[in-house]
């Protein structure tokens, strides 16, 4: 069974889909490396110790073990998603935090990359908009640039498509074929026909 569930709208269409960037597992595994060397070692270079003093590294390196299996289980059951409509992330565990964001409420975008995060082509994707929060940051975000580009050019298309709707008015529309049928380019039947269909659109 899968980890997390997402579903689309009717005549939503998902554009990219990813996991975080592995490098939020690094940390975590870095530091369990090196727990488990350090135990193995204080425990050679400290058996004269009383025997139960193995016991303190022992746990040490559990709990590290756990944070990761945890880290671990949120990477696989995080997402990011962008469709036509909204810009989803799902993130959590145990439980589930889902940000959603449409589209038309991004105002502006932007994203943050060090020397390292360049090389591994990872980054951080600040969004501005005109939800309750008002700005949202994400993390561990893989090519953050093309997440930028896709989302950008998402709202240029609804703007397009908003500029277009504005343009055409059922009412011009009308001035227009009445026009029409009075130099005799259409009959009245004809005009009475598109007139009515115009009237449904107002």
């Known amino acids: 069974m899968a980890l997390w569930r997402f579903d689309l709208n009717d005549e939503e269409d998902l554009i990219v889909e990813q996991k975080p960037h592995w490098i939020m597992l690094a940390a975590p595994t870095m530091q369990l490396l090196l727990l488990v060397g ?69 105002s502006n975008l932007s994203y943050a990359q060090g020397f390292a995060q360049r090389l591994l082509m990872l980054g951080s994707l600040q969004v501005d908009h005109s939800g309750e929060a008002g700005r949202d940051i994400f993390a561990f975000v893989r090519r953050p ?19 277009s709707s504005r343009a055409y008015s059922p009412l011009d529309e009308l001035s227009k074929l009445a026009d029409l049928r009075r130099q005799g380019s259409i009959t009245q039947e004809e005009y009475e026909a598109a007139k009515s269909r115009l009237l449904n659109q107002i």
């Open 145 to 163: 640039d093309r997440i930028v580009r896709m989302i950008s050019s998402q709202i240029a298309k609804r703007s397009a498509i908003a500029t």
């Open 38 to 106: 350090l135990a193995v070692i204080g425990v050679i270079v400290l058996s004269f110790l009383p025997s139960w003093t193995a016991l303190i590294p022992l746990v040490v390196v559990v709990v590290v073990a756990i944070r990761l299996a945890i880290r671990v289980g949120m990477y696989r059951s995080s997402r990011l998603l962008l469709t036509n409509e909204r810009l989803v992330v799902i993130a959590g565990f145990f439980g589930r935090r889902v940000k959603e964001i449409p589209i038309a409420q991004i």
